[in-house]
């Protein structure tokens, strides 16, 4: 009983003056369609079929759902003016209506909910429906003529799926790798290079609908084809995609072949090399993604590349992983991306402080550049003093080894002049204080006429005199700067 007053709600909707006798009113429950697990609402409703409902003062009656057990009433908005609530137990609500007739109008909205389990129709019935006129006599429906109820049915509506799977699929040549399955969206087929089509067909779960595969035209290499399922309820979607391989298939390999950056002034730090997996990367502060281009080793590996997108200032780090056809193999390339000004930060500005320990070395310097300026000066200095005495001595009148000329120097008179056979006779004279230079040069006179020698004569009329006040001997020899 308990259960069954959870599912009804009783109202008493009271009004005046009813004629007795006259078919002339309807309660009527609406229609309405639901899901599992949902909560709606219903209309009920005063009918005036014969234009005569205006003879009853007060209707009364509950709501029961018939057909489920999975469904309940859970409460009623009265809608009419003048209604006023009342509660008379606990689960009997009644609603009176102040002075008038009876008028066709909704007298409220019953809500209701039901619960995941529901899995067919139901309907909502008033029960216990009682019709009063103003003097208290009582008309139901079916036994009295005056009135009737009309129940609602609530068609049950199941949700539309968002199943979004194959259920098979298949190619007429070649075989999918790996082996199918629904939750699985990437497959490869290899064909022989004789085979110029494929047709690919696939069915889907209840409900949904599939397109694109069919009968494909391959090229030769790799050739891409893609069937998209959209679930019942028309938004989910899932797709899969089978790459055909025609042709010459190259060895798994989850290496690159090549990776290069097509971003004006950037560039791989170090160059790339397959092995190596660690590489730098700068670029300014307007990049905010790499275009990379690779290669792989393997056109059939699976590349994905995370991090390469919203570059922030300083580091951020984008890695591109390849795995290899036959999956067994995987390969990690991490690119480290330094942004904006980060590298100028790494290096201080040179201060005036650290240049400060070079001072010495610089001094050492200057003197050092000193010491050779000095040392080639000397050099020059020297070489110019050779070739000025080379020079010189160039101008001097040069000596012939059979003859040499005197100077020459005015007689005084008729004094004799001393001809050169005489200076062999020196060595024998005796001096007083003159040296055979002296002599020579009192007896020779400027005649006009060249007085002649023989050099070596000169060398050995030399006198060999003794300083008695000296210790060491004293060798006088003829002075050839005098006749110069």
Do not use: C
């Not at 790459?243 to 097509?262: D, F, H, M, Q």
């Not at 000596?399 to 008729?414: F, T, Y």
Request: net charge negative; proline share 3%; hydrophobic share 35%.
């Amino acid at each position: 009983m308990k259960n069954f007053m959870k599912k009804t709600i009783f109202l008493v909707f009271g009004m005046f003056a009813l004629i007795d006798g006259i078919e002339a009113a309807s309660l009527v429950v609406g229609n309405d369609t639901t899901t599992a697990g949902a909560a709606r609402s219903v209309t009920v409703e005063l009918v005036d079929d014969t234009g005569n409902l205006s003879e009853f003062t007060e209707v009364s009656f509950q709501l029961s759902i018939s057909g489920t057990a999975y469904a309940s009433i859970e409460s009623f908005n009265p809608k009419s003016t003048g209604l006023e609530f009342g509660t008379e137990g606990i689960e009997t609500k009644t609603y009176r209506f102040h002075g008038g007739s009876l008028t066709a109008a909704t007298i409220g909205i019953a809500n209701y909910k039901t619960t995941a389990d529901l899995i067919g129709d139901f309907k909502i019935t008033p029960i216990n429906v009682v019709f009063k006129k103003a003097d208290g006599s009582e008309h139901r429906p079916g036994n009295n003529t005056g009135v009737k109820i009309k129940e609602g049915t609530v068609k049950f509506e199941k949700p539309k799926s968002k199943d979004a799977f194959l259920t098979t699929l298949t190619v007429s040549q070649g075989t999918l790798t790996p082996e199918f399955k629904s939750d699985v969206f990437e497959y490869t087929v290899v064909v022989k290079d004789t085979i110029n089509m494929v047709k690919v067909t696939g069915t889907t779960s209840p409900g949904a609908t599939r397109t694109g595969g069919g009968n494909v035209s391959l090229q030769m290499g790799a050739n891409e084809v893609e069937l998209v399922v959209t679930a019942e309820d028309g938004e989910t979607k899932n797709a899969y995609k089978i790459t055909v391989v025609r042709g010459a298939v190259a060895e798994p390999s989850a290496y690159l072949k090549s990776l290069e950056i097509n971003n004006i002034g950037v560039k791989l730090s170090p160059e790339f090399e397959k092995n190596n997996n660690k590489y730098t990367v700068k670029v300014g502060k307007e990049i905010t993604e790499l275009n990379l281009l690779y290669e792989k080793e393997d056109d059939l590996a699976e590349v994905t590349i995370e991090g390469n997108k919203n570059f922030v200032e300083g580091e951020n780090l984008v890695t591109i992983t390849v795995l290899s056809s036959n999956g067994e193999d995987k390969q990690i390339y991490e690119l480290t991306v330094i942004k904006g000004e980060e590298e100028e930060e790494e290096t201080p500005p040179t201060e005036p402080e650290e240049e400060k320990p070079e001072e010495p070395k610089k001094k050492l310097n200057f003197w050092l550049i000193g010491a050779i300026a000095a040392g080639i000066l000397l050099i020059t200095s020297g070489v110019a003093f050779l070739l000025f005495r080379k020079k010189k001595d160039k101008k001097k009148p040069q000596k012939n080894k059979e003859e040499s000329q005197l100077p020459l120097k005015k007689r005084a008179g008729d004094e004799p002049t001393y001809e050169i056979d005489r200076i062999e006779n020196l060595e024998s004279e005796k001096f007083e204080d003159e040296s055979v230079t002296d002599i020579l040069k009192g007896e020779l006179f400027d005649d006009d006429r060249t007085q002649k020698f023989d050099a070596d004569t000169f060398k050995a009329a030399t006198k060999r005199e003794y300083d008695e006040d000296d210790e060491d001997d004293k060798t006088k020899e003829f002075d050839f700067k005098d006749f110069e």
